[in-house]
């Protein structure tokens, strides 16, 4: 190899690592939207890279990790019912864990309503417990921090 071809090379090899290694196969976006005086939805949406899946928080007993919301306490906050799951799930049985997993492979948000009981700017934080998995492998499941502000 001449030495123009090997000076090229390296670097492409080293920007390519980086790019491989740099992504994440699930990133989250947390927001808020203020849909009356006090209420507000907070927004947890994956970004996934195909072909992986998260799963649903309603997966089977003996199946895969279902996805959890933890939410600290926040004395002005009130949690109105419970995350829904907005998106298209796909049930399939699984014989690895013999029984019907949910997950989302694309396009789900996560939704929870919390209503302000005081007039204030404030955070809502907590942890996100989620796994991912393709038709191959798992990844060990992960536990993220959240943080979402209500202005």
Partial sequence: MSNIKKV??????????GICLGQKIVSWKFSSNKIAEGLY?????????????????????????PTKFTFKANSIIELKGKVK???KMISKYEEVFGVTVK???EGVSFVQLARLKI???????GTIEFMACNDKQCLPP??????????
Wanted: no cysteine.
């Fill in 85 to 87: 799951e907005n998106g």
């Fill in 103 to 105: 997950y989302f492979n």
């Fill in 142 to 151: 992960e536990t993220l921090p959240f943080s979402i502000k209500i202005e």
């Fill in 41 to 65: 939805e907070l927004h947890f949406t994956p970004r996934l890279l195909q072909p992986w899946h998260i799963y649903s928080q309603y997966s089977d007993e003996g199946g895969a990790l």
């Fill in 119 to 125: 007039k204030a700017k404030t955070v809502v934080s």
């Fill in 8 to 17: 090229l090379f390296v670097p492409f090899v080293l920007m390519l690592t």
